[in-house]
């Protein structure tokens, strides 16, 4: 009798007996039924090697305090009152059909199409609460599905706003799916063993300026080789940078890179920190500027991803990248990280002399690292689009923040919401002594050639 029921409603016909199906085990039972597709949806879309994010669940039980709320309001918005539980019963049996379908939608279907479908689903929705209502209580209900239609309303633009996302998985980071490169002892050995000697040949060819005015140096790390799209990003930015910030004569590019071992040296931790301090014999710590670029896949700990074929090598970490900035010794830093929950770096580096800028929140992941692209999505919206005709670096990045939550939204994507952090002392200095125009060229040229690749 309850299939039996349940089916009229789903196709929109006179309900009997609704009441007597409307037990505490069929409510439960329907709850736990979405929830189920719910929960197996979101894994499936989030692919393999997923993670769990045991926090969510707590916006998955704002939702289901919506549907609580929803079931009192039309219960008690409704002439006859009706029972709670019987309205309640109601609404969790249309969630399986309406978690399905919407799903398919969010997955599936992009631009109008999409709203099309979700505004047919929403209507959908009405519909069948007009009819249950109606079998219910033996006349239309409006009043009582107007206020559901507010309360839902209000809801979606809370949601919007605190930027509620009900999933419970988070893509896996690509460090956990790339594939390892073999690479053979000798050649391996040989990698470790030439590091410093190219590190320093790098820094041996850098330009000191002299003069009052403080000059940028450029320090580029691509962390992962089996993905190019890391070192891609950072060759990128460094061409960006020098455009910006006349650093051609002043950059050392660490770059972990599966097609090419000998052109740069290798991305390790404690190369990048023997890397800061040799460039920071070169600078004149009090004025000169660090432009520090990292990009790779990283975590909420936080940690970067480091790694070429089968080198043993160490990840990252929030304090190693910190204390390899306090023991060069370089005061005035423009960092910027393109990871998933780079922000987690925020805290440890921030200081009135620094400027943080990340990809993502500490606990949002960012997209575009995989091995089919040459950018990331924040690589593309802030080095490739926003920077090179942006006036400051803040105007960059708010630029950069925007176009990505555009393209996350069209896309359904969980917002990486990139956060960034521009310290009191420095920011005045770049004011003082802001980027220089942009020069039309070669980089025009380059930068036009990389959208075209992904466009």
């Known amino acids: 009798m309850k299939t039996f029921t349940v089916a009229r409603l789903w196709t929109l016909r006179r309900a009997e007996n609704i009441p007597r199906a409307a037990t505490d085990a069929a409510v439960i039972g329907f709850g736990l039924a979405a929830l189920a597709i719910w929960i197996s949806l979101d894994r499936w879309q989030a692919g393999d090697g997923a993670q769990f994010q045991l926090w969510d669940t707590l916006t998955i039980s704002i939702y289901g305090m919506l549907v609580l709320c929803l079931a009192f309001v039309l219960s008690r918005a409704s002439r006859p009152r009706i029972e709670f539980r019987t309205v309640l019963f109601v609404l969790v049996a249309a969630l399986p059909i309406l978690v399905a379908v919407g799903f398919f939608i969010l997955w599936r279907m992009d631009g109008r199409a999409a709203i099309g479908a979700l505004m047919l689903l929403c209507l959908y929705a009405i519909l069948y609460t007009l009819k249950a209502l109606r079998s219910l209580s033996g006349r239309w209900q409006p009043r009582a599905v107007t206020a559901a239609i507010v309360l839902v309303g209000a809801f979606s633009s809370y949601s919007r706003m605190e930027e509620l996302s009900p999933t419970l998985w988070s893509p896996a980071a690509a460090e956990d799916t790339a594939e390892e490169t ?270 075209r690749r992904h466009d």
């Not at 003069?211 to 962390?223: E, K, R, S």
Request: charged content about 25%; hydrophobic content about 40%.
């Open 182 to 451: 073999d690479m053979a002892p000798a050649v391996a050995e040989g990698l470790l063993f030439d590091q410093r000697a190219q590190i320093d040949e790098a820094v041996d060819q850098m330009n000191e300026i002299a003069g009052a005015d403080p000059a940028v140096y450029f320090v580029g790390f691509a962390g992962v080789a089996e993905q190019h799209v890391f070192a891609e990003e950072i060759k990128l930015a460094a061409r960006v940078i020098d455009e910006r910030f006349d650093t051609s004569a002043r950059q050392l590019l660490l770059i972990n890179d599966r097609r090419d071992l000998d052109s740069f040296p290798i991305a390790t931790a404690s190369g990048l920190s023997y890397a800061l301090g040799a460039v920071a014999q070169k600078m004149n710590t009090d004025r000169d500027i660090l432009f520090l670029a990292l990009s790779s896949h990283g975590s909420q700990d936080p940690l970067l991803s480091v790694s070429n074929g089968s080198l043993p090598l160490e990840q990252l970490s929030g304090d190693d990248l910190d204390t390899a900035l306090r023991e060069s010794g370089i005061k005035w830093r423009i960092i910027v990280i393109s990871a998933c929950h780079a922000g987690a770096f925020i805290e440890s580096l921030q200081n009135p002399d620094t400027v943080v800028i990340t990809a993502a929140a500490a606990d949002k992941t960012s997209f575009g690292c995989s091995d089919d692209r040459d950018l990331t999505y924040f690589g593309e919206a802030f080095y490739r689009d926003a920077l090179p005709g942006a006036k400051t670096l803040q105007q960059a990045f708010e630029q950069a923040r925007a176009a990505i939550a555009v393209r996350e939204k069209q896309e359904h994507q969980t917002p990486s919401d990139p956060q960034a952090f521009f310290g009191r002392d420095i920011t005045a200095m770049l004011e003082r002594h802001p980027m220089r125009s942009e020069r039309r060229g070669t980089l025009s040229a380059g930068l036009s050639f990389q959208r």
